[in-house]
C-alpha cells in the first residue's frame, strides 16, 4: 500500500533526485535510482558493507501519488511485520527526513 510520508514543492523533490543520482553506488554513496516518466523510485542501501555486500534497506518513491509527493509502500498496519522490516522503514524515513533539510544535501 503506498502511503504519502511527505508533501514538498516539486522543486525541492527535484533537488533529493538529483543529491541521489549524484550519489549512486557507481559513484560511491548508497542509493540506486531508477527513473520512469515522472516517477522516481529510490533504493537505499546500508552503508555499513563492504560495495559487493551492499543490502537495500527499501525504497521511496518520488512523484508516484503526485507532483511533489514522496512516497512508501507501508505494510498494512495490522500486519505484524518483521522487526528488522520496520527497523529499516524506520532507517528509511531518517533518510528522506536528512534529504528535505535545505542545508543538506
Known amino acids: 500500500m503506498h502511503t504519502v510520508?511527505?508533501?514538498l514543492a516539486p522543486e525541492d523533490v527535484e533537488r533529493i533526485i538529483a543529491y541521489c543520482q549524484n550519489h549512486?553506488?557507481?559513484k560511491g554513496g548508497?542509493?540506486?535510482v531508477y527513473p520512469d516518466g515522472k516517477v522516481t523510485m529510490v533504493v537505499v542501501n546500508s552503508e555499513d558493507e563492504p560495495l559487493e555486500n551492499f543490502l537495500p534497506l527499501g525504497a521511496f518513491y518520488c512523484n508516484?501519488?503526485?507532483p511533489g509527493i514522496i512516497s512508501l509502500e507501508e505494510e498494512d498496519?495490522?500486519?505484524d511485520g518483521m522487526?528488522?522490516?520496520q527497523n529499516h522503514l524506520k532507517a528509511i524515513?531518517?533518510?528522506i527526513d536528512?534529504?528535505?533539510e535545505p542545508d543538506h544535501p
Open 5 to 7: 510520508y511527505k508533501a
Open 24 to 26: 549512486t553506488i557507481q
Open 30 to 32: 548508497v542509493f540506486e
Open 64 to 66: 508516484y501519488l503526485g
Open 77 to 79: 498496519p495490522d500486519h
Open 83 to 85: 522487526p528488522s522490516a
Open 93 to 95: 524515513k531518517q533518510t
Open 98 to 100: 536528512i534529504l528535505i
